[in-house]
């Protein structure tokens, strides 16, 4: 069975860091891309970062870009989500997903629980 | 940058079709794919590439493409079917994707 959890959320200073684990299981890990996807309290579903299944190539929302950083750890089945210079904009649930396998297949099979991430100053 | 543009709401009564399009600002426009979020839990596939029904999802979802527009329909509407509808695509060859604002389905 797959399974992403994720941690590393909580409450963070305006301006602080926090970094989001998301630990992968039921699957081969090292052969996916993975994607981190946030909402905000009663808002829509928001793409954050992309990141290749060996760790090479990332892409960044504008919203994110500079300030966050997508990482994988594939000997321990584990994806980050380093985040630098919070805004009160950055609070939201943060999902660990997966994307599908296969060639231009860019859509996400498997999502986390998500873990909540409030800004506050 | 690139848009999908999703009504915020739709209404039906059991047992009748709903149609929720996604709107792209421009073409062409790779797959879309559609998720189903019911209160407080994760979103779950519900059609990917357009049209493709993953298994488990039941027969009466189905997807739908007419160029710029991309239609979620959901035939003989069930009360379990009320939850939030998000259409999803990509741009530059997968490395940048966006959601659609999302359409609340109510089930009257």
């Known amino acids: 069975e797959v399974q992403l959890v994720e941690s590393g959320g909580g409450l963070a200073q305006r301006g602080g860091s926090l970094r989001l684990s998301c630990t992968a299981s039921g699957f081969t890990f090292n052969i996916y891309w993975m994607h981190w996807v946030r909402q905000a309290p009663g808002k829509g579903l928001v793409w954050v970062a992309r990141?290749?299944?060996?760790?090479?190539?990332?892409s960044y929302a504008d919203s994110v870009r500079g300030r966050f950083t997508i990482s994988r750890d594939n000997a321990k089945n584990t994806l980050h989500l380093q985040m630098n210079s919070l805004r009160d904009e950055d609070s939201a649930v943060y999902y660990c997903?997966?994307?599908?396998?296969?060639?231009?297949?860019?859509?996400?099979?498997?999502w986390g629980q998500g873990t909540l991430v409030t800004v506050s100053s | 940058s690139y848009e999908l543009t999703q009504p915020p709401s739709v209404s039906v009564s059991p047992g009748q079709t709903a149609r929720i399009t996604c709107s792209a600002d421009?073409?062409?426009?790779?797959?879309i794919y559609w998720y189903q979020q019911k209160a407080g839990q994760a979103p779950v596939v519900m059609i990917y590439k357009d049209t493709e029904r993953p298994s488990g999802i039941p027969e009466r979802f189905s997807g739908s493409n007419s160029g710029t527009t991309v239609t979620l329909t959901i035939s003989g509407v069930q009360a379990e079917d009320e939850a939030d509808y998000y259409c999803?695509?990509?741009?530059?060859?997968?490395?940048?994707?966006?959601f659609g604002g999302g359409t609340k389905l109510t089930v009257l």
């Open positions: 990141i290749h299944k060996d760790g090479p190539y990332t």
């Open positions: 999803q695509s990509s741009f530059n060859s997968g490395i940048y994707w966006v």
């Open positions: 997903v997966r994307e599908y396998d296969g060639a231009g297949n860019w859509g996400i099979d498997y």
């Open positions: 421009a073409l062409p426009h790779q797959s």
